[in-house]
C-alpha cells in the first residue's frame, strides 16, 4: 500500500510581456463619450485611473 512519491519534470515558459506587448493584445475600449452644449466631448476608455477620471469629472461640473 506504499507508493513512492514520483518526480515529474517540468519546463517553466517565461510569460511576462512588455507594455508594448499587453497594449496591443487589449486595444482601449470606449466606455463613455460626453458631450457638452458648447460642442466640445470628452472620450473615456475603460482602465482610466480613477484620480483622473474624477479629476475630468469635477471639470466639467
Known amino acids: 500500500m506504499y507508493k513512492p512519491n514520483e518526480i515529474v519534470p517540468i519546463q517553466i515558459q517565461n510569460q511576462v510581456r512588455t507594455d508594448t506587448e499587453r497594449k496591443k493584445s487589449n486595444p482601449a475600449k470606449l466606455a463613455m463619450r460626453l458631450k457638452k452644449a458648447d460642442g466640445s466631448e470628452v472620450l473615456i476608455y475603460n482602465g482610466i485611473n480613477s ?10 461640473n
Open 51 to 60: 484620480y483622473i477620471l474624477t479629476a475630468v469629472l469635477k471639470e466639467l
